[in-house]
């Protein structure tokens, strides 16, 4: 007999540590109500039947041929695709079974806007594998398996935080991960605040090369620093002088790059005491420093975002605003005294469409669990 399951996963925004997932730093993302819902039904072959409804296309796919990464006629896989399969494909590598199944989805979570669509989609289809094979599996490896299908089959060479948000997102909470060590807790919202998330609607073509180029370029300044010092495994075990004793033997591309990711590890352990203490006007201030950094050091934003946190900087109930995720358009993330949060929406949607002639999408969100079958 056939079984029919639906799992709901959501996106995710991250509050602060943008970048930094590749060299070790701590990540302090919140999983949102925005979601992927899937329904599937379990098939005796295997093939994976799937249809994509917010897109109209849909594609068959034989989970004892992923190599290839072609779908069952023999036609190179549609870049969406890429995830269920990989999903499957790394799933596969670590010997777990992953069963045939005719898949409809649909999802709300703005597409190529930095907040996780595509890691939301891979572990809905883990979450999904897991509950149709009945093997076990903690959230933490599952999101190691999803991140491994971004990596190796779809060749975003991201780091661990999205998957993770999505798999692991608490109820009104933000979950502070360390990627180095692995070690993650929630961590309460600031008191009497709330998240609204601004959509720029603006998406850059590149994106994904351009996030690959800046991890290179981290790279090679961890090499240099790992030539000076042989303990320097990554930009974690760089300090903000040691990086700035490193310039002269970097171009200022690569230094700008590496020091953004230094400056900002340092901050996210500002903000955390700041948490700790309730103080939230500090962790606001440590956002609008953080994309004043992602803006000039990291070179990820682009006028439009600018603009969102500018004009969200003169709300006087604005305790923090900055671009959230990977940067090249997308959305930004706004910390906003609870009581004013809906005039906030207003006023930055008006000076949006005023400064720039487009319409942002502009919405309060709330921090929500991680995936789970319905
Ligand atoms: C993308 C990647 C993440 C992380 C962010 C930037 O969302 O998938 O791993 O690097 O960009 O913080």
Redesign the pocket.
């Known amino acids: 007999m056939s079984q029919k399951i639906k799992v709901v996963s959501p996106g995710r925004v991250?509050l602060l540590?943008?970048?930094?997932?590749?060299n070790e730093g701590k990540?302090l993302p919140a999983a949102i109500d925005r979601a992927i819902n899937l329904y599937a039904e379990t098939r005796t072959d295997l093939i994976l039947k799937l249809n994509a409804l917010d897109l109209g296309e849909s594609v068959e796919i034989d989970l004892s041929r992923l190599d290839a990464k072609l779908d069952s006629a023999g036609n190179p896989l549609r870049s969406w695709a890429h995830y269920p399969a990989g999903v499957a494909w790394s799933l596969q590598s670590g010997g777990f079974e992953t069963r045939g199944a005719t898949v409809e989805f649909t999802s709300n979570i703005p597409m190529g806007a930095?907040l996780?669509s595509s890691?939301a989609v891979e572990v809905a289809f883990a979450v999904l594998w897991q509950a149709m094979s009945g093997w076990s599996m903690d959230r933490l490896t599952l999101a190691q398996y999803c991140?491994k299908a971004?990596v190796e089959y779809a060749g975003?060479n991201?780091?661990?935080?999205?998957q993770f948000a999505c798999a692991n997102g608490v109820e009104n909470h933000a979950v502070l991960l360390d990627t180095r060590s692995l070690e993650f807790k929630s961590v309460p919202l600031p008191k009497d605040t709330a998240i609204v998330i601004a959509d720029s609607t603006v998406r850059r073509s590149l994106q994904t090369s351009a996030?690959n180029d800046r991890v290179a370029d981290c790279n090679t300044a961890v090499a240099a620093a790992h030539k000076r010092n042989p303990a320097v495994h990554s930009l974690r075990d760089v300090s903000v002088a040691e990086m700035d004793a490193l310039k002269p033997q970097l171009t200022d591309g690569v230094y700008r790059h590496a020091r953004h990711v230094v400056g900002e590890i340092e901050r996210v352990d500002q903000a955390i005491r700041c948490l700790e203490t309730g103080d939230s006007k500090s962790f606001g201030k440590i956002m609008f420093e953080t994309h004043a950094s992602l803006r000039d050091m990291y070179e990820v934003s682009c006028p439009e975002l600018d603009a969102l946190v500018e004009i969200a900087s003169c709300f006087s109930g604005c305790i923090g605003a900055r671009l959230t995720?990977?940067?090249f358009g997308g959305c930004t993330v706004n910390l906003v005294e609870r009581s004013k949060a809906e005039a906030f929406v207003q006023y930055l949607s008006d000076g949006y469409l005023s400064k720039t002639g487009l319409k942002a999408s502009v919405f309060i969100t709330h921090a929500s669990r991680g995936a789970y079958v319905e």
């Open positions: 991250n540590g943008e970048h930094v997932d590749k990540v930095g996780s890691a991140q971004e975003v991201c780091g661990l935080m999205d996030y995720g990977a940067g």
